[in-house]
Nanobody, 124 residues
Framework: QVQLVESGGGSVQAGGSLTLSCTGS????????MGWFRQAPGKEREVVAS???????VYANSVKGRFTISRDNVKNALILQMNSLEPQDTAMYYCAAGYIYASDYLNEAEYPIWGQGTQVTVSS
């Protein structure tokens, strides 16, 4: 059974940084596209960023210029570097993956594999 496990969440003050990691098994990382999503209390889950198999990336407008998504196919790992964090970034962050190709990389319906989430809290 394919599993994704997130780590790196925590509490930080506004303007600070956090790095989230997601490791997956037992798939081959080069076969999947991956993404980060988040869900704040009382809100719907939303996409944060996505990275295709060719390493091209797509970002939500709200995080462009502040967050960077990357992947390490050797380690089967997905990374989200978050800088200049704002209180509105507070949410549960989820790692997700799908195989080969998606018609819309920002649509969570294209991601059949999900992690359990890691909490990020940004205080003002």
């Amino acid at each position: 059974q394919v599993q994704l496990v997130e780590s790196g969440g925590g509490s930080v003050q506004a303007g600070g940084s956090l790095t989230l990691s997601c490791t997956g098994s037992p798939f081959r990382a080069s076969d999947v596209y991956m993404g980060w999503f988040r869900q704040a209390p009382g809100k719907e889950r939303e996409v944060v960023a996505s990275i295709k198999r060719n390493r091209s990336t797509v970002y939500a407008n709200s995080v462009k210029g502040r967050f960077t998504i990357s992947r390490d196919n050797v380690k089967n790992a997905l990374i989200l570097q978050m800088n200049s964090l704002e209180p509105q970034d507070t949410a549960m962050y989820y790692c997700a993956a799908g195989y080969i190709y998606a018609s819309d990389y920002l649509n969570e319906a294209e991601y059949p594999i999900w992690g359990q989430g890691t909490q990020v809290t940004v205080s003002s």
